[in-house]
């Protein structure tokens, strides 16, 4: 009944004359709602209304506690598409989903263990997959499993996933288990019925993997792109919370009225005010997409190849960047998603062709379509690259189910044959497994921790890039009182110069592309 109530303690408000400078209807119905009640804050405002009040500054009379109007002026912005510093950190702070972040949680694991079928998983266990959720959950601050359970069903398809015996021997587990806040069950996606009838019957919070990987994304987010990622990323689950809600209100009388004679029911107002917040967000990625391909055609212009890093999420891929650059900046963390923004990281080759490593966001099992699409500025990175170096945790257990949904996630990416076939796989952390042999022809076992086969990688790194990119690493003579030097610093990548002042010329060490050594041979030879 509480939401109910709100909402009803607002029908009087809204039909007031507006007496505030509005930008649209929209913004005067939501401003009017900042008076309900002395108990009603900015926070409270928010989960009422789904919409950020960020568009507007707080002027000089009256708050939100008093339960006055509160003046606002709306600031006039150069682009309204482009969220600046603060409106996206506001975002950011109020769109986190409701209950997954406060305080500490003591967690519940179920794990559905399918018996046949098409979600059946062949390539794992249902103990290792058990073990990644106790790691997903224990990435968290805060968090804690105080239980886990492994229960076979035959319908996963159903509403409670479990059939009656089984559902009903697992809610007495967990009523019984004490201190119990939330429960994590160990699938993609729950259905937003799913969910209101697991947290009906347990009495808790319910999580999936869905929300808490984006729980943990929101965690280790630090820049602006990442933030916007997420809150993309959260727009699905912010929908689900939007219809239980609403259904809850609808069983008590509430949730089809019309609010304040504007035609639109409640549930249809925060539909259009998520619409818009979706757009908004959109338009803002793809300004920054935008920015990303300029700076990938300056590297273009510049010359300097492209070494993607990729790889299930904590397979060493940072640890080896840095290894490979000497980039003392670089600190990795043994956690899960420790990277979520692209990182470029410069180093050189032994025939120093100096080339850029791509630190990428790691990949996970059974991802949904959505969150990876919500990423998708930031994978395209990938597609852009040179060369892809595939780096694999050789010591997990689950290394072969890794690999393959990481090429699973590669493919849904379409990134291009070229790419997919001079793909270099490297076994790392050998440094963990007794008496290591390899089993697989083509890969190059290295220690990034201990570093161990850095070498041999290197040199595989370096011909690949310049078979790809259809370079040759050349020493070529010039008569320096001839344009040839700055001729060839404009046109290829320089590595080395060795003078002959006596002759008046230089040994020029270059990296160069079929087309411009052509030219060359054809302006000076």
Known sequence: MTSLRRIQSCFALLRQPCTWSCRTATACRLLHTTHLSPAVNRQQLHRLTGVSLSAWRLKSSGDFSSGQPTGFTQEEEEDEDVLDDSEVEELFQQQAPEGIGEGQQRVFIVHPDVKWGSRKQHLTTAELMMAEAVGLVNTLDNWRVV????????????????????????????RQTAGVTAVFVNVERLSPLSERELEEAWGVKVFDRYSVVLHIFRCNARTREAKLQISLAEIPLLRSRLRNEITNMDQQGGGARYIGGSGETLLEVQQRLLKEREMKIRSALEKLRKKRHLLRSQRTHKEFPIVSVLGYTNCGKTTLIKALTGDSGLQPRNQLFATLDVTVHAGQLPSRMTVLYVDTIGFLSQLPHQLIDSFSATLEDIKHSDLLVHVRDISHPETVNQKVNVLNVLKNLQIPDRLMSSMIEVHNKTDLVDDY???????????????????????????????????????????????????????????????????????????ISRAAYGRYKKLFK
């Not at 239980?147 to 967990?174: A, C, H, R």
């Not at 001839?482 to 610093?489: A, I, M, N």
């Open 147 to 174: 239980d886990k359970i492994i229960m076979s069903t035959k319908t996963p398809e159903k509403k409670k996933i479990f059939g009656k015996g089984n559902f009903q021997t697992l809610t007495e587990k967990i």
């Open 437 to 511: 042999q390899i089993t697989e022809p083509g890969v190059l076992p290295i220690s990034a921790l201990e570093e161990r086969g850095l070498d041999e990688l290197q040199r595989a790194v370096e011909d690949q890039i310049v078979n790809s990119t259809g370079k040759h690493i050349l020493d070529l003579k010039v008569d320096l009182s001839t344009p040839q030097l700055s001729w060839l610093y404009k046109e290829a990548a320089v590595q080395d110069v060795q003078v002959d002042a006596d002759e008046g010329s230089a040994v020029i060490r270059v990296i």
